[in-house]
């Protein structure tokens, strides 16, 4: 290969128009969203329960979204956060009890269960940059209910060695699938796994209404106490009739319900989620096999390549100041989207996605100011060292590694020139 001067010395940057920003379902909505979501705005009827033309669009996007999952029942609701409140409080979480939480996640992971009562204790990651299997078997103690499986930036985690994990100690698993809509495992696709799956609809993922979120799962009692919990306190029979003479069914509600103008998008972006996963399928594997030609670059292991949603890139250096170096290069070269956009960062410099930068919860910050949950009669003794150095596999690999979202919509030409500046850069860096 000729070495080329870099941008950063002063050479020529291989590309001067900033890449297209991520949020993968966002480039694909067009005039079927907009025809959604006028003739559900032309029904007047925006709420799912009834309405002066109740169009239904929630119950529809439930069934076909457990359809697509291959799970029992799909419960919809307004946000990611919202189904894993819905969804731990369903499997009974509360304090007292621990529930393990990867080194990598994303905030409203730990802030479930903290605001439960509940305390959260890390786990550490591996090479697939989601829980470590050996590393969560070592963080299991009498008082852990459930451990929360999180597939990361589009890949998905070891759910078998994890699942097999929390039934031998008769644990709960529940699969954190925000990132990683339409992922699957040798074809059996994640969130299907777990007692529970949740997935979120926000701007940034596979799908999306700008906000939304939903759960999963097989087992109709879970299903109908998330309900109940996502709603007023109840859960209601087939006949949509509130339950109010079962204990376990009769609980407290938070008001998180799914919207009917938002299912109607979201029923529109999941015929779509395919066409999707496979733009960026093909993006990113083909930017995989031009690095495979540099061997000192280390590459995310993925369980499954086929099951891998794509929408990021995770390649690894042999230090910090490698991958410092490497991302300054590669942003020299014009490997960087619009400002708005996450671009291409070290993975340090990946906010609240680490768990030592959850500044709450590294400090045992509390909402009501009395130490709750941490000062709870029923936590004691339980509370951990949340602080850089708990698990230090996912510091090494934080440090180490660059992150690179792949867009929906990358034209040959956007694929051509990340691979030429990573070709560029690797070549004169290493
Ligand atoms: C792993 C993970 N879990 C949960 C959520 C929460 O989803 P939402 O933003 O829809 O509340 C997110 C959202 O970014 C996420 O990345």
């Not at 731990?88 to 080194?103: H, K, M, N, T, Y």
């Not at 495992?185 to 777990?194: H, L, Q």
């Not at 995770?314 to 991302?327: G, K, L, N, S």
């Amino acid at each position: 290969m000729i070495k080329q001067k870099l941008a950063i010395e002063g050479g020529k940057p291989v590309r001067t128009k900033p890449l297209p920003l991520e949020f993968p379902g966002v480039h694909h909505m067009d005039k079927l969203e907009i025809q959604a979501g006028l003739r559900l705005l032309k029904s007047r009827s925006p709420f799912r329960f009834y309405g002066v033309k109740l169009q239904n669009e929630v119950e529809k996007f439930e069934k076909e979204f457990a359809r697509a999952v291959g799970s029992k029942y799909a419960l919809a609701v307004g946000s990611g956060t919202g189904a894993l409140h819905s969804a731990l409080s369903a499997l009974g979480v509360g304090p007292g009890q621990e529930v393990i939480v990867p080194a990598y996640q994303w905030i409203s992971v730990v802030a479930a269960v903290v605001n439960l009562g509940a305390i959260p204790v890390l786990a550490d990651i591996d090479d697939t940059f989601t829980l470590d299997p050996a590393d969560v078997q070592k963080r299991i103690t009498p008082k852990t209910r459930g451990i929360v499986l999180i597939h990361m930036s589009g890949a998905p985690g070891d759910a078998p060695a994890i699942q097999k994990l929390a039934r031998k100690q008769g644990l709960f698993l529940l699969e954190d699938c925000a990132q990683c809509n339409g992922g699957s495992i040798r074809g059996k696709k994640v969130g299907t796994f777990g007692d529970i799956g949740i997935f979120s609809y926000q701007m940034n993922k596979n799908m999306t209404a700008g906000e939304g979120g939903g759960l999963v799962t097989n087992d109709l009692r879970l299903y109908r106490r998330a309900f109940a919990c996502h709603d007023l306190g109840y859960a209601r029979d087939d006949n949509g009739r509130l339950i109010y003479d079962d204990p376990d069914l009769c609980l407290w509600g938070r008001g998180y319900r799914m919207d009917e103008l938002r299912a109607a998008v979201l029923r529109v972006q999941l015929k779509k989620l395919p066409r999707i996963i496979r733009n960026m399928q093909r993006s990113k594997y083909r930017i995989r096999k031009a690095l495979a030609a540099f061997p000192q670059v280390k590459l995310r292991r993925i369980q499954d390549p086929k099951g891998d949603t794509s929408c990021f890139l995770i390649t690894t250096y042999p230090d910090a100041a490698t991958a410092q170096r490497v991302c300054r290069a590669l942003r020299a070269e014009g490997i960087v989207t619009f400002p708005q956009g996450v671009s291409n960062v070290v993975m340090t410099d990946w906010g609240l996605h680490l768990y030592y930068n959850i500044v709450s919860l590294v400090n045992h910050n509390s909402i009501d100011g009395q130490g709750f949950p941490w000062k709870l009669a029923e936590n004691a003794g339980l509370e951990r060292n949340y602080a850089k150095g708990a698990c230090p596999t996912a510091d090494s690999l934080f440090e180490r590694s660059i992150l690179i979202p792949i867009p929906s919509c990358l034209t040959k030409k956007d694929e051509d020139d990340i691979i030429l500046a990573f070709q560029k850069v690797l070549s004169t860096l290493l």
